[in-house]
């Protein structure tokens, strides 16, 4: 499914993605003005209400095959988008490349009726993580909205650790590197997530990287693994099953979709906050009235009861925020993992 994504992570960034997230101000969630900043000279003051578009049906291409989190995500938005539209709203899956493959699509779209539904990865340090990736995130993609947030789940077994949070990250670092940690892939939130935790506490284990997070769990279970940062609504399902234990969680407060696991901070990890985030982007060509339009659409609809309440259902808090502070957003997780990929040496190649 996706890379997915941090305030500094801890306070510039983050939440990695982050597969993500995931930031101070970067992670700020804000419902300011519409990216009217990125408009081309001579480009149409017009109002949203008096730009006719679309004048045809909207693509929402999405870089995961169908059942994907991302591909729930689209087809939550369709109905809706449609109906504020006047017109037809198709999801197109395009997997591969943990999603670039689709934004590679969005950012090469001319047509002025596709937009993307991307994880952080995608909007952030896929260049970075792999030189070949076709676009560019900063240069060819404009970021819309981002629809929905969580935050990951440190998660390990009560073979492993029956302590606290605090006595779990004490256990960790005085495993002293014998302990592994499974991620969906190289580059994914699950890992680059678990790097920076370990640059913040000491934590020595080792990556083991899998096909996704099914393997991830199962990794756990069988004992190949000792800890992983996973989707709440993944460990969730394994914690309720015994199966699993929820250490905390990745924000700087308690979630509202785990409400009984405790962050991270309460366990004395200052200011780590890590999210995976799903966004609605756009080719850097779209004129400025038709963004401004969708904008306005997206909002609406993200923050739509119904809407809400299929995010939620799902894992995810609808955010809706604004093009604006997404790309701060993007700008300050950039610059983090940048920093995790660089001092570890991660590449795609």
């Given at each position: 499914m996706s890379f997915v994504f941090f305030r500094s992570f801890a306070a510039r960034l983050?939440?990695?993605?982050?597969?993500?997230?995931?930031?101070?101000?970067?992670f700020a969630q804000s419902s300011g003005a519409n990216r009217t900043d990125l408009a081309p000279p001579g480009t149409s003051s017009a109002r949203p209400a008096d730009v006719k578009w679309p004048t045809r049906p909207v693509r929402l291409v999405v870089g995961f095959g169908g059942g994907s989190s991302p591909d729930f995500v689209a087809r939550a938005l369709a109905a809706p988008m449609a109906k504020a539209l006047g017109q037809p709203v198709i999801v197109e899956n395009h997997p591969g490349a943990s999603g670039n493959i689709a934004a590679d699509i969005v950012a090469r779209s001319t047509d002025r009726h596709t937009i993307g539904i991307l994880i952080n990865?995608?909007?952030?340090?896929?260049?970075?993580?792999?030189?070949?990736?076709?676009?560019?995130?900063?240069?060819?993609?404009?970021?819309?909205?981002?629809?929905?947030?969580?935050?990951?789940?440190?998660?390990?077994?009560?073979?492993?650790?029956?302590?606290?949070?605090?006595?779990f990250l004490d256990a960790a670092r005085a495993a002293a590197g014998r302990w592994s940690y499974g991620s969906p892939g190289i580059?994914?939130?699950?890992?680059?997530?678990?790097?920076?935790?370990?640059?913040?506490?000491?934590?020595?284990?080792?990556?083991?990287?899998?096909?996704g997070n099914p393997q991830v769990i199962s990794g756990l279970i069988g004992g190949q693994l000792q800890l992983a940062l996973l989707p709440p609504g993944l460990a969730d399902e394994q914690v309720k099953a015994g199966k699993l234990r929820a250490i905390g969680v990745t924000s700087l407060r308690r979630s509202a979709l785990v409400p009984d696991y405790p962050s991270l901070q309460e366990a004395g990890l200052k200011d780590f906050e890590l999210e995976i985030w799903t966004a609605a982007a756009a080719p850097a060509s779209l004129p400025a009235p038709i963004v401004e339009r969708l904008n306005q659409v997206l909002a609406e609809v993200i923050r739509s009861p119904e809407v809400r309440q299929k995010l939620f259902q799902h894992g995810y808090e609808a955010v809706g925020i604004?093009?604006?502070?997404?790309?701060?957003?993007?700008?300050?997780?950039?610059?983090?993992?940048?920093?995790?990929?660089?001092?570890?040496?991660?590449?795609?190649?």
């Open positions: 983050l939440c990695v993605l982050g597969a993500f997230a995931c930031t101070g101000g970067a990865g995608n909007m952030t340090i896929a260049k970075i993580l792999n030189p070949a990736t076709p676009y560019d995130p900063q240069k060819d993609l404009l970021p819309l909205s981002i629809i929905c947030t969580a935050p990951l789940v440190l998660a390990t077994t009560s073979e492993v650790s029956k302590a606290d949070a605090r006595g580059g994914t939130i699950g890992h680059l997530g678990m790097e920076l935790l370990k640059t913040r506490t000491g934590i020595g284990a080792e990556h083991v990287p899998y096909q604004s093009g604006e502070a997404l790309t701060r957003r993007v700008k300050a997780d950039t610059a983090t993992l940048t920093q995790i990929i660089a001092s570890q040496g991660i590449r795609l190649e």
